[in-house]
């Protein structure tokens, strides 16, 4: 009984969490304006990549780019730094579309969610259970984000294809313009689990250096990120 009810308060604490981010993003996404951008050169990247999708504008968020479904949102920043910049992030959303890297995600994210709930609110009574369950939980990070970020760099190399050094410069962007602590302590966090090294710009500097190597093999090259 007593564990039951400690399992019930500990799935109650994340479940408070996820309810208010829900409800403060929501009142930002009220607030926020999103203006779909139609641009003969972004419909002409859509036909080429054969990938249905509508584009909007948004200061919902800043400096990133989000892909849900056929829907595609682009920070003010991004457009604000011109059409190659727009460019980038667009094709590299479109990407995601095409290799169908959100529906990926569900069985995985599936997985995960009955693992943990079978763990707090039904208790195991052996000890080899209790290690499987947690052996799973331990190691779910460490696969999650690696799948992660091979489908960004899966995304990056299709993206690069259509448009070139454009891709590049979307990551440059924020690689050179993420000054907030909390962003730099939590991507340092990720890496770790990637990379395991504490290093806030190791995973946008990988994406960068993979994209270097194909650029390079031209006589160009964009500086950014580490060599390999």
Not at 129 to 136: E, G, H, N, Q, Y
Not at 193 to 207: A, E, P, Q, V
């Amino acid at each position: 009984m007593i564990e039951q009810i400690i399992g019930i308060i500990l799935l109650a604490i994340p479940i408070s969490i996820i309810i208010y981010l829900i409800i403060d993003g929501l009142d930002k996404f009220r607030k926020s304006y999103f203006k779909e951008i139609k641009d003969e050169e972004i419909e002409e990247l859509k036909k080429r990549m054969n990938v249905k999708a509508r584009i909007y504008e948004t200061n919902f968020f800043s400096l990133n780019g989000l892909s849900i479904y056929n829907i595609i949102l682009i920070s003010e920043d991004f457009v604000k730094r011109g059409k190659d910049y727009v460019r980038g992030i667009v094709a590299h959303e479109l990407a995601h579309i095409k290799k169908k890297h959100l529906f990926k995600f569900i069985p995985i994210a599936i997985f995960m969610i009955i693992i943990i709930y079978i763990d707090i609110l039904i208790p195991s009574k052996t000890i080899m259970i209790d290690l499987i369950k947690a052996i799973i939980i331990t190691i779910f990070p460490f696969i999650y984000l690696r799948i992660e970020q091979r489908f960004q760099k899966e995304a990056d190399k299709i993206a690069f294809d259509y448009v070139g050094e454009d891709v590049i410069k979307p990551l440059l962007l924020y690689y050179k313009e993420k000054e907030n602590t909390i962003s730099k302590l939590f991507s340092s966090f990720l890496a770790f689990f990637i990379y395991f090294k504490f290093d806030s710009n190791l995973i946008i500097g990988d994406r960068i250096s993979c994209l270097n190597l194909l650029l390079n093999k031209g006589d160009e090259k964009v500086k950014g990120g580490n060599e390999k």
